[in-house]
């Protein structure tokens, strides 16, 4: 007797392409989060370099006030040195933004690992349903096969008691 399809086959295999989906969406998701992050790194380098020409400038207006200069040279380095440090804010701004968007996409890894572990959960119930099912029908056939034989050893017992009679 030949086994019947599992009812939920259908099921299972559209469960599985979802998890197949689902790893592809955490691949991406991971990816886009390196790169974010390598974004912040950039950024970061390049606030920290504006930064040190701040500290220079600043150190270089210093020494040339110890010296003593002319009040139009400090006067144009104070000037060259609020505009630096405005250029420090906005790049300053610019990495905290970019903390944010890696913020944003470590909680999209973060949602997707969670979809990916569902979909997986899914499959892993399918799977022992299925075995479950397996088990039912093995214990079904052999319930018919014992039937069968038991009318096949009571039809031989009526014909040898019909032949011995």
């Known amino acids: 007797?030949?086994?019947?399809?599992?009812?939920?086959?259908q099921l299972v295999r559209i469960k599985k392409r979802?998890?197949?989906?689902?790893?592809?969406?955490?691949k991406q998701k991971k990816e886009e989060l390196e790169q974010e992050k390598k974004k912040q790194e950039e950024?970061?380098?390049?606030?920290?370099?504006?930064f040190r020409h701040k500290q220079d400038k600043?150190?270089?207006?210093?020494?040339?006030?110890?010296?003593?200069?002319?009040?139009d040279k400090i006067k144009i380095a104070?000037?060259?040195?609020?505009v630096v440090d405005e250029e420090l804010k906005q790049k300053e701004k610019k990495v905290q933004d970019q903390i944010k968007k890696v913020e944003e996409a470590r909680?999209?890894?973060e949602e997707a690992r969670k979809d990916l572990v569902k979909k997986q959960?899914?499959?892993?119930?399918?799977?022992?349903?299925?075995?479950?099912?397996?088990?039912?029908?093995?214990?079904?056939e052999?319930?018919?096969?014992?039937?069968?034989t038991d009318e096949i050893g009571s039809a031989m017992h009526n014909i040898r008691k019909l032949k011995g009679e």
């Open 43 to 50: 950024l970061e380098e390049a606030r920290n370099e504006t």
């Open 142 to 148: 052999e319930h018919q096969m014992a039937i069968e």
């Open 1 to 9: 007797m030949a086994q019947p399809q599992y009812p939920l086959e």
């Open 78 to 82: 104070r000037e060259y040195i609020k």
């Open 18 to 26: 979802r998890l197949e989906e689902a790893e592809k969406v955490l």
């Open 107 to 109: 909680q999209k890894v």
């Open 58 to 71: 600043m150190t270089q207006l210093r020494d040339e006030m110890d010296r003593g200069t002319t009040s």
């Open 121 to 140: 959960q899914d499959i892993e119930k399918l799977n022992m349903h299925r075995k479950e099912w397996d088990k039912e029908m093995k214990a079904l």
